[in-house]
């Protein structure tokens, strides 16, 4: 341990931060845009050259165009949408935490329900998603969109808990794969899927479980604990490292081993963080009211395909 350094906006709390290359690329945050209410949910699209995020509370999308450097709605209303990943085709998931399901945006523009119920009661309000190579969604479904009318609809909800689904991509079933939870939130699988990571914020923790080959989880048990704040959504490097937005104490990074071994320090509150760019290396951070880049030495993993 190298005892904290700070080296303008990073915090190396190991050598490893530093040898990794993770406190090496930018050394200044870019700020794309600040007329949020509440951003999250960053997904780029290789494609387009474009990211999307969600402004919750606002009940609107917008996206950046990396060519251009401009911002536009990109679906308004938008379900009180929360976060926003890729399939393996490139279609676009969506959490609606209003609407209570997660949806698919199809090449031409139309919207499927991949999932609004649990064994016939409704989801409580989809948080974060992610698909595995197999072609299934997993998502996080806490109860933040129907605890006020602020980021969704205040209603009861219908499971009495928060659990992780996962929605099979043959038969559309919903299947509850990982409970014990008091706000599952962000998820990722890591890069070998022999893993898959979530965030509990009120827990203030990481859990791990190991996936199995059915589909199925093991009981898990904690990877991270947040010193300070909590955690929301979390992105694996190609390093095996593993990125975390900890709110008012920034961007986590921790070694396989589960060592903090780093921070960004982000001037407002971070919600969610992805990579993306034509080389995968430009990290994009919600957080609060705007949304920051920074192109790093470090680059995110890339979707697995089978």
């Known amino acids: 341990m190298s005892g904290e350094i700070k080296h303008g906006l990073y915090q190396i709390l190991d050598e490893r931060f530093r040898t990794g290359k993770c406190a090496s690329g930018d050394h200044r945050l870019e700020k794309l845009h600040g007329d949020c209410r509440w951003a999250e949910g960053p997904v780029y699209l290789p494609a387009w050259r474009q990211l999307i995020w969600s402004d919750i509370p606002n009940d609107r999308m917008l996206r950046w165009d990396e060519t251009t450097g401009t911002v536009g709605v990109f679906r308004s209303p938008a ?3 929360n976060g926003n990943t890729l399939d393996r085709e490139g279609r676009l998931i969506s ?3 209003g609407n209570r399901q997660v949806t698919r945006t199809e090449h031409d523009g139309s919207i499927t329900v991949l999932a609004d119920r649990y064994r016939g009661k409704r989801l409580n309000s989809p948080n974060d998603a992610v698909v595995h190579s ?4 997993w998502f996080s479904d806490p109860d933040f969109g129907i605890t006020s009318d602020y980021e969704g609809h205040r209603a ?11 929605i099979d991509p043959g038969s559309g079933e919903v299947r509850l794969v990982a409970d014990g939870f008091t706000g599952p939130n962000g998820l990722v699988f890591s890069p070998d899927e022999r893993q898959l990571f979530v965030s509990d914020s009120r827990a203030r923790h990481i859990r791990v479980f190991d996936a199995r080959e059915d589909g199925t989880l093991s009981d898990g048990k904690v990877f991270a604990e947040a010193p300070n704040g909590s955690f929301d959504n979390i992105r694996f490097d190609d390093g095996g490292r593993l990125w975390a937005a900890a709110f008012d104490d920034g961007v986590h990074c921790y070694d396989p081993d589960g060592s903090l071994i780093g921070r960004l320090l982000i001037p407002e509150p971070v919600s969610n963080l992805t990579f993306g760019g034509p080389k ?20 995110g993993v890339a979707l697995a395909r089978r």
């Not at 009861?156 to 996962?166: D, F, K, Q, T």
């Not at 995968?280 to 680059?299: D, E, G, K, P």
Request: aromatic share 8%; proline share 0%.
């Open 280 to 299: 995968n290396n430009r990290l994009f951070i919600t957080a609060s009211t705007s949304v920051y880049s920074m192109v790093m030495a470090v680059t």
């Open 156 to 166: 009861e909800s219908e499971i009495g808990a928060c659990h992780v689904y996962r």
């Open 79 to 81: 379900g009180h949408s």
């Open 95 to 97: 959490c609606e935490q």
């Open 134 to 137: 197999d072609g299934s969604v």
